[in-house]
DNA sequence: TAGAGTTCGTACAGCGCCTAAACATACTCG
DNA sequence: CGAGTATGTTTAGGCGCTGTACGAACTCTA
């Protein structure tokens, strides 16, 4: 939390001394960050932004260049009076990761270039929980290798790849401890998918909680929030929540953090897998509503198992309305407290919840005002996600082009 | 949050440009912490610990020493052989800070110094809440008008002032927006304060949240915690929590974190002064748990309330064990969520729970190991505060002192 | 069309901070 | 008492940011 911390990297940073060069590396990654989000920006507007001299600005823009990370783009932008700047702007393509999400529905990968464009997307889908993890970790290697030959003919270096489950994970091991919905236990996902690779994957490999990364997809490109300070519960057949305060991803301080599904939310209700007795999965997962919406014809799983529950609440189905409201409340108790326990004002809803939306909006936020203690005072904005079902595998391939972005400089270091 | 923040400062900093001040910054922060921690130590050590070199180590130790915050102490761990190196120690009466808490049952202020020991102690006991806040800030004002000149005649020059309150505060204005159990709403306590104060208080003044000032006071003085992630759970008549990773408070993105008393246990249970139905404080605040005890006999707040009811405790009377076991019970269901979402590994128990551990504790456990999802991964430990009550006060004096172990050279600076 | 005014980008000296190596100091061991 | 070792300080060097100065490029005005 500080510190917040980045997927792959150990939770407990050493105190380290600082010099020069972290200076450089800070101011670097400020000028690059300038640039990403504020537009075409001339090297004098950018001195401006970041309260450095344009001196320094020049010398890192000089770096940022050779990097490929940052292209000028000539004096578009002249604004009247004086010798034009010219523009410099974010290189799309100098930079590329694969995410790869695996999930209980299926497989996907993508490729994502800097620009946060998704260049190569490739799916698999099908239950996975009738395969062995060997089988599905092999699937997804290949998948893994063919977006990486994608994306060497693309021309994109790959700087990382982003691995989402849908569990609890050891971020220090790189282990998937439980994933209960894929009823797989402690599989060392990225040494496995290393070892299944027939090519050889020269970057970093990270693994993490698919709605950790979720969120951290929502951050990146979901439309523009109004804060950086948010909550991203995903949907599914489990329900899972991450947790962004102020730009930084909160996971917890060893990566089990975010298990929203299994908060309590009715004491008598029905048994869970997890042991106890009425967690929010039980009453808001995906299995639960199809069921009480009487939706037996389709698929438990995946973005086909929503498409008839979604025609049923267009024709008015009551039975299907019933169930969406009553998830939607289970939902507002899990937000409530979330929100009373993080204190964002933004709380954005993923996965198989961004199409149900509208049914689920209003049960939930009546709960949500109830329970919110805060809420006269700093409103909460409940919106659907705007990545939908993808935001994971997004997020995924984010998590290294991320930390590329926070240290812009490791890349000139390689190549020199 | 990461980054965490700090009492006190806004919660989204600008980004800001480093330069080779912000370095030494950081390394002074390094050393002094090093010192601190790790205690008596030779300059060599330090650098050694640091991973600095011994030159830089030595320039900084000569500032930290020219602003009085360490001090030297002869040869005594001498190691054998060669040159046996000058101990460095932090000097307690460097600095020190004074912590007032305000809450439902009384006004408490300390002096303490910058090694955890509390100098000073006033207290004045009785129900807040039969007086308007002006009354009890005046009274506030002057008790911490004494504890000023207490330390200006005990030598220790005071950097800060934190102020502990039983509510939601509004950090970037230092309001105290919403304290149900006080009765208070939109009050701008140091604001108030420093008008009523008799004398200038020529230092910060900073605003929070008891339990989260609580959580800061058990981080810095309670027994060696393993981790330093853990939540602190506050009980008196409500309930709240302090949530740290990584050594860094997180209060939420506008200091509204924490509220577990208002987390719902009970769906049906009974109403709360917060609108909704079933929350925490109902069933394991205190005012239920005297009631479900019979206890009618007492105060209804603060110490003296509790000891009727731990006699009857210890008496064994059945209907006091009860009651408090639910109570334990309904704290599980909290914990477990905490746990869940934050992934925590140590919980502990303060206020009124501390004395009541040994009757909360095997309840409560035995609910979180059927509600957390990764106790099987990461056992948790749950134990009673060993600063009980006073962890709010000390706490609050901590956090000013805080930011001065973060940036040890401002007091040089301000003395030049 | 030419000169004044303005802004952009770069070059250069200066300063602060860290590192590395050398040196003086102080103690133990044989 | 000298060799060996660890400590603390001194000095030269590298690196990064700042401030100033200067050439470049463009607009405005006469």
Redesign the pocket.
């Known amino acids: 939390m500080s510190t917040g911390s980045t997927p792959g990297s150990p939770a407990r940073p050493t105190p380290r001394?600082?010099?020069?060069?972290d200076?450089?590396r800070?101011?670097?990654a400020l000028v690059l960050g300038c640039v990403s989000s504020s537009g075409p920006l001339?090297?004098?507007?950018?001195?401006?932004h970041t309260?450095?001299?344009?001196?320094?600005?020049?010398?890192?823009?000089?770096e940022l260049l050779a990097a490929g990370l940052v292209s000028e783009q000539g004096?578009r932008s002249?604004?009247?009076?004086?010798?034009?700047?010219?523009?410099?702007v974010l290189r799309p393509d100098g930079a590329a990761s694969v995410g790869l999400e695996i999930n209980v529905d299926g497989i996907v990968v993508a490729v994502v270039d800097l620009g946060g464009t998704v260049r190569h997307r490739a799916a698999r889908s099908g239950d996975l929980r009738d395969r062995t993890a060997a089988a599905v970790l092999r699937s997804a290697a290949h998948m893994v290798d063919d977006a990486v030959a994608v994306a060497y003919d693309l021309g994109l270096p790959v700087r990382g790849i982003g691995v989402a489950v849908p569990g609890l994970v050891d971020l220090g091991e790189q282990v998937l401890r439980l994933a209960p919905n894929l009823g797989w236990t402690d599989v060392a996902v990225v040494e496995r998918l290393r070892f299944y690779a027939v090519t050889h994957w020269p970057c970093p490999v990270v693994l993490d909680n698919e709605a950790n990364l979720a969120a951290l997809g929502e951050l990146w490109r979901g439309g523009h929030l109004s804060t950086d300070s948010f909550v991203l519960v995903n949907g599914d057949v489990g329900v899972g929540a991450g947790v962004v305060l102020d730009g930084a991803l909160h996971r917890g301080s060893r990566g089990f953090g975010g298990e929203l599904g299994h908060l309590t939310v009715a004491p008598e209700g029905p048994d869970c897998r997890c042991g106890a007795r009425g967690c929010l999965e039980q009453v808001a997962g995906l299995d639960f509503i199809l069921r009480q919406a009487g939706v037996r014809d389709a698929p438990r799983t995946g973005e086909d198992a929503v498409t008839p529950l979604l025609t049923r609440l267009r024709r008015g189905d009551e039975r299907a309305i019933a169930a969406v409201r009553q998830a939607g409340e289970a939902l507002g108790v899990g937000v409530a407290a979330l929100v009373n326990l993080f204190d964002v004002d933004t709380v954005v809803l993923g996965g198989v919840f961004a199409p149900l939306f509208p049914w689920l909006d209003e049960p939930l936020q009546a709960v949500v005002r109830r329970r919110v203690l805060s809420a006269a005072w700093a409103p909460l904005t409940v919106r659907p996600s705007d990545l939908g079902r993808d935001a994971a595998v997004i997020g995924a391939a984010y998590a290294p082009l991320r930390d590329l972005l926070a240290d812009p400089l490791t890349v000139v270091e390689e190549s020199a």
Chains 1, 2 share one sequence.
Do not use: K
Not at 17 to 21: K, L, M, R
């Open positions: 001394p600082t010099d020069q060069a200076v450089r800070h101011n670097a001339s090297r004098a507007r950018v001195a401006a309260g450095l001299t344009r001196a320094t600005v020049g010398t890192i823009v000089d004096t002249a604004s009247g009076i004086g010798r034009p700047g010219t523009d410099l």
